[in-house]
């Protein structure tokens, strides 16, 4: 049995230790449970927004090697998962769309300019240092402003019903346009955050909205532009509601034939029993987690622990409810958590040091690769039982049949834990705010 734990005080990688396994008793128990397989797990990953590829240009060279090798190489958190947005996002310099002239139907004006400046750099080089190679997800905050009802890419507004089948075209040709350009394109979602009317770039959907498009117009032109095998999300919102709005589009049968998943985020709370309700009524659609971040405008005085353990605590009770992915919010920001066209700050597992020529890891990037270094694509969610709500714990069966448990101990006392499956385990103590991931094979 493999222990690699990180506490408050590290400010390194992991610290590995062997341990022997012995015949167990029964008192604190974590009880293992491999047999009992729930969802498969399809990676780990974060976000390309123009903000970290603009902070990444302005990064010294040995800086971006750092930087890349942290997040995509096999030593650092060994992502094969990203995400970046379809025009601009609130993370990006300014509003921005590939076509803005209304009288171009055809899209002749379409360009990816912005993308190819910042975004696609910081892909091209992330890709170089990458194992397994970058599956994307694509997720438009806006359609054009011609498009809309509010004539403006900010401030909410819906698209208009005469443009349906237009910015189902125009997305069709993102990707491919996109994948010219070597980005691997497995998702698209069809609107991100769609019921937040946000003073940056943003789109109301209702739910028979967002069924309608997908039925009627984005799913029928995927396949026709040869397309299917982009894999469509719906919602990409909070979790207080994921049952309602799946249940409202899936629900149509025309619509759910189109759809592979449901994506979420974490701005509103656990709502763990959602996802579960939500896996258990549709358990043939994926739910992923697509962002989270910690938000300055309500966390600016919480700690780096504080941060960290609302990662994993997010992290645990969505993977052990459903969720089969997790994709982080941006990649990196600057020493203030932008830039942000609107300066919605936030903070990032990486972030550039105060001359924007340096990075430094924050602790949420060490809690976040107890699971992503470790967890496999592929890998089931499986069984576990804990013997107390105050320590978060999940558990997963690797494709090799190897074991991967991760416990947080995010209380102020030490906790005591045995770790078994059948008769076998071993004692662990975890000290104070504590993370641990425990690696074995039976």
Known sequence: MKIITTDYNQKKFWVETEEKLNEVGCMNVINIYPEYKMQQMKGFGGAFTEAAGYNYSKLSKEAKNDFVNA????????????????NSCDFALSNYAAVTDKEDGSFDTFNLNREEEYILP???D???VSNNGIKFLLSPWSPPAFMKTNHDMNNGGKL????YMAWANYLAKYIKEIKVKGVDVEYLSVQNEPEATQTWDSCLYSAEEEMEFVRDFLGPVLEKEGLKEVKILVWDH???IVYDRAKAILEDKEAAKYIYGIAVHWYTGDHFEGLRLTKEKYPTKEIFFTEGCVEYSRFMDSNEVARAEMYAHDMIGNFTHGVSAFFDWNLLLDAFGGPNHVKNFCAAPIMCTEDEKGIEKRLSYYYI????KYIKEGAYCIGITRYTTRLDACAFLNPDDERVIILMNGTDNTMNVTVREGSIGKDIILQPHTIAT???SY
């Open 126 to 128: 992330a890709l170089k």
């Open 71 to 86: 997040y995509f190489s096999k030593e650092g958190l060994a992502y094969i998962l990203g995400r970046t947005h379809i």
């Open 160 to 163: 208009k019903k005469e443009y």
């Open 238 to 240: 909070n979790k207080e």
């Open 122 to 124: 910081l892909i091209s």
């Open 438 to 440: 425990i690696i074995y």
């Open 369 to 372: 690769g107890h699971f992503s």
